[in-house]
């Protein structure tokens, strides 16, 4: 399946959707967490996402996975939705944006 | 997708029932203390005492241990729980077993109702071991978290099956040596091989989890499990056949695994992202604080010291206290606000995550009767220590009422969080996203 270049303004609609699931555990969103490791769209309109979780064991997994597939969906009703669970390269703290040390550090 | 066929959580009535059991009982154990105040000026071979032991080490310790840790088994574990059905049944079994056999003690009723519990409890325990046994089989990769759970579940059932041959031997007396004896080897194959191994190897994996911290290697904790394994399986080998006098070396083995465990945590929250230490892992700092108490205590109590009788009689009940009331209980007070939540959280929203704007865990759980919880703890738990060395029953009881006021605020908050539901759900509107 051939991958076709999102617009960048297509791109960070995704992002910005996708910062709507917040981490429960942590509080913050997974697009600052350094979750979401890749958004792209098919030639045939499949909106793929790869993205991980802070540790494999994560209970999180399913309701990650669903927030993200039904937020994308809701937002894109005209894609299809997959997203992708990676764990290539292990998610660690430097995965972390900016404005997510912004929000940790603004919670101490 | 659906989150039942990707996660690995298993359903909420196998998790759930453990807390409120365990809250329950914690409120009993409380109870039970505001009448035992008169049983802390002799021995520790006291029906009273032994009640209050039981019940705090099983329906209430090892009840919520249990529930948490087929919740966590799976997150350190990277795989499902083998058997929700063994879960459920194991459940049944250590229920009944910690009623009937704090009833027994209680009453010092050591027939056949001591027996059966003493047989319900090592059942429940047979079946938990089948259960972390082949969960941890399935597990992707072998660790050495893995080798602290697993090898404690292992230590549980030799608690527990010591625990029966010594409730036979009431009835029908064929051990050679006397009673305590035996007691001193059951208690501490309880306190190091069940409780501390497993607090040790879940506490591995899920604190720097916590803190969002990063920390590799696994040398210390490998060291750790080495040591205290050794400690207590030298300890055993001598308390059974060479009655030597390096008990305190071998207490030394274990509280030097500790130390390293404790290292270990110093040197992962070193690297932590996270700065905002909310009440839950403040109680957990506590506990980890509250454990040199007994690390202290066991040197002391090993090295057979030649102190006055009364002295020597508090010291053994204050390293009991400490462990059990202390350490374990501060950390399951503290623990519970940080995994129950959670859970609770997960079953009442998974299906609302990304259509709809839900509350955080943090959210559905009161944050003042937590905090309440915390300090009359840990003024219940001073007070006491300070009753038993003062032999002082009036101050014992201002500390079993600290205790009593504990177990309401804290049974308050988990039945408020395990009768969650969600209500009132708004759907997102885009273009005004802000993370909590």
């Known amino acids: ?108 | 997708m659906s989150a039942a066929t990707t996660s690995n959580s298993p359903g909420k009535w196998v998790v759930l029932p453990h807390y409120a059991f365990a809250a329950l009982a914690f409120v009993a154990l409380s109870v039970l203390l505001l009448f035992s105040t008169d049983a802390f000026g002799g021995h520790y071979f006291h029906p009273k005492l032994l009640t209050l032991t039981h019940v705090a080490a099983l329906g209430w310790a090892t009840m919520l241990i249990f529930g948490a840790l087929y919740q966590l088994l799976p997150v350190v574990l990277e795989c499902r729980l083998y058997s929700e059905k063994l879960a459920v049944a194991a459940f049944a079994f250590l229920g009944v077993g910690s009623i009937l056999l704090a009833w027994a003690f209680w009453n010092f009723e050591l027939g056949w109702v001591l027996h059966v519990a003493a047989c319900s409890l090592v059942i429940a325990f047979i079946l938990f071991n089948i259960n972390v046994a082949q969960t941890a089989r399935k597990a992707p990769k072998w660790t050495v978290e893995s080798d602290f759970i697993v090898t404690s579940a292992i230590w549980l059932l030799v608690t527990g099956l010591v625990g029966l041959l010594m409730a036979v031997n009431f009835t029908t007396p064929f051990l050679p040596v006397e009673h305590t004896h035996y007691l001193q080897l059951h208690a501490h194959i309880g306190m190091a091989g069940w409780f501390l191994l497993l607090i040790i190897g879940v506490g591995a994996k899920l604190i720097p989890m916590f803190l969002l911290a990063h920390h590799e290697d696994t040398k210390k904790l490998n060291w750790s499990y080495n040591l205290i394994n050794a400690g207590l399986v030298l300890f055993i080998i001598d308390h059974l056949l060479f009655h030597t006098l390096l008990l305190p070396v071998y207490a030394a083995l274990v509280v030097a695994g500790v130390a390293l465990f404790l290292l270990y945590l110093r040197e992962a929250a070193k690297t932590r992202q996270r700065q905002d230490i909310d009440l839950g892992m403040k109680q957990t700092f506590v506990a980890l604080a509250l454990l040199l108490l007994p690390l202290i205590l066991v040197q002391v109590v090993s090295s057979r010291l030649a102190l006055p009788q009364a002295l020597l009689s508090s010291v053994y009940l204050v390293y009991g206290i400490s462990v059990f009331l202390g350490f374990i209980s501060a950390l399951i007070l503290g623990q519970t606000f940080k995994t129950l939540p959670f859970i609770v959280w997960m079953h009442a929203y998974e299906d609302y995550v990304g259509r709809f704007k839900t509350p955080l865990p943090k959210d559905i759980y009161s944050h003042a009767l937590l905090r309440w919880q915390n300090i009359s703890y840990l003024l219940g738990f001073i007070l006491l220590v300070a009753g038993v060395l003062l032999g002082n029953e009036q101050v014992i009881l201002a500390g079993a009422i600290g205790f009593t006021i504990t177990s309401l605020l804290y049974t308050a908050n988990v039945f408020h969080l395990l009768l969650h539901k969600a209500h009132d759900l708004k759907p997102f509107t885009y273009g005004n996203t802000k993370a909590a």
């Open chain 1, 1 to 108: 399946m051939e991958t076709q270049k999102l617009p960048e303004d297509f791109d960070l609609e995704v992002y910005e959707a996708l910062k709507y699931i917040i981490d429960p555990e942590v509080g913050i969103n997974i697009v600052d967490l350094g979750l979401v490791y890749e958004v792209s769209l098919t030639e045939e309109g499949v909106l793929a996402v790869d993205l991980t979780l802070t540790t494999p064991g994560c209970p999180m997994s399913g309701t990650i996975l669903t927030a993200t597939e039904q937020i994308l969906l809701k937002r894109f009703p005209s894609l299809d939705v997959k997203v992708n669970l990676v764990w290539s390269p292990p998610w660690s703290t430097e995965m972390i944006t900016e404005e997510g040390m912004r929000q940790l550090e603004a919670k101490s």
